[in-house]
């Protein structure tokens, strides 16, 4: 199963350090691929529903999964 990690955040720097975690964590394992994009620099399809930021969505196959929901802290 591959599963892809997107996040979309123009103002999180907070989160940065948790992701490179995440990045290191599975660089061995070509099964996940974690990416991160910034929404308010890129154009992301508003199918995403991406009205806050940071935006988490979890892919699994290339198919959206899961979208978090929880705080902005």
Known sequence: MKITVFVGCGHCKNLAPIWEELGEAFVAND??????????ANYVDSSYGITGFPTIILFKD????????GGRS
């Open 31 to 40: 099964d996940v691929v974690i990416g991160k994009i910034d929404a308010t």
């Open 62 to 69: 290339g198919d959206l999964a899961e979208k978090y929901s």
